[in-house]
């Protein structure tokens, strides 16, 4: 059996190069469309600073993008490396999304790309447009492909366990498309995108304006971003809403982690606000507690419950003790296969009524390999595995929705006074805007945990536990392998810092046309910003 600790290091390493490489996902996602609008106020206008603010954005957002790509390929790398048993089990399902992800959407955002950055005196100011155009599509699309891929380990539909394989079948691309589960998460992850990317352009433009340089570019450039975030928050808002209601609906024990909901209770359930959780007893020893709302969240409706974690262990239970026939059955016809003898009828039927409770069975494949072995005591030990730990996951979620409510408050300040005019004249606001740069990833990264924690014990839910899913390899290769990463990644993080930094500190002077601040010319003295 593989080793705990081998499970253990394999997965933080994929967690810490994954929680890294999403540090750039968000910021390339919300900067594209910013400079769609940008240049598309240019191509209508003409006037040339919505140019050179598409061109000084744009060259922070290629310093982002190639920081993104560069740590990106290492986990498509790692499915192969880490998790060998997983892309044999899957890979005729998780494969095809990101098949169709480099083909569609990376070759298209890299080309694109390459011609916004080399093609401004090469094309036309339409060509150039619809090059943008393109760049920011190809960014969505590779985004959506990522996320139709991981909503299936969250939610597995659209594929069946085929018992002569020993693999998991794509029988329905359109529901694996479809997934409701994998389109909430699309579009709830591309709004806290384009909020990213909105607080980035908010926040370094406050600090222009705080300094009282290049004050039409700065205030132009808020004007974007406070709009374009205000809209964006709104929505991320209400899709993690749509967000919830799907948990609701395929996992059932994340959102009971969540809500730390040890106990069902009458529907609709109430909402806890903040909790003192004691996992070691089961049980909340207070909560500031508002009735009805999670019910309403979680089932939209009044008389649905939600079950709380202690109903859901019996179920699970329950699924655990079904699922030892299935991999009974099962071990017996690999048995068969590998000696050429045909399975009996009676073993096939046997292994169809309970495959359904497979993965469940193969928990206990922790314990023991053989199922005539299990015991009471590793059942009990498997239940309680079934259920990620409630305190991180209930705390990193409100860390996620708090940081979600303070930027609605922050983009609906800048918009109110941009509108009004005299957003100038509220420096408050502006250091408001500068120091919530950060929120937007502190909440992407709290709410990436509370997705992939929460569907612990599975890489795919409840169909293949994690600790079948790794290679097997030497646990000191992988942590020697970590700490390489950890350490490579460092490296670019300090890169990066330095390069954005640099380019917020020159500012559009970066751009050498003689009109901005800080350049050795006179023309930005005497020349106005057209």
Known sequence: ???????????????????????????????????????????????AIWKDMTRFWGKLFGINFVLGVTTGITMEFQFGTNWA????????????????EGLMAFFLESTMVGLFFFGWDKMSRLQHFATTLLMALGTSLSALWILVANGWMQNPVGAEFNYQTMRMEMVSFAQIFLNPDAQNKFVHTVSAGYVTGASFVLGVSAWYLLKGRDVAFAKRSFHVAAAFGFAAICSAIVLGDESGYSIGQAQQTKLATMEAMWQTEPAPAGFNIIAGINEQEQKNDWALHVPYVMGLIGTRSVDTEILGINDIKKLNEERITNGITAVKALDIMRANQANGVDNPQALIDEFTAHKDDLGFGLLLKKYTSDMDAVTPAMIAQAVDDSVPAVTPMFWTFRVMVGMGFLMLILYALCLFFTLRGDFLSKPWLLKFALYMIPAPWIALEAGWFVAEYGRQPWTVYGVLPTHLSVSNIDAAHVLWSLLGFVLFYVILAVVEMYLMVKYVRLGPASLGTGKYFGEQSSAFLIKPNK
Do not use: C, N
């Open 85 to 100: 048993y997983y892309s044999h089990y899957v890979g005729d399902v998780f494969g095809a999304p990101l098949a169709i």
């Open 1 to 47: 059996m593989i080793s705990e600790h081998l499970v253990d290091i394999s997965r933080l390493q994929f967690a810490a190069t994954a929680l890294f490489h999403f540090l750039f996902v968000p910021l390339t996602l919300g900067m594209t469309w910013i400079l769609v609008i940008m240049e598309a106020v240019y191509l209508t206008t003409g006037k």
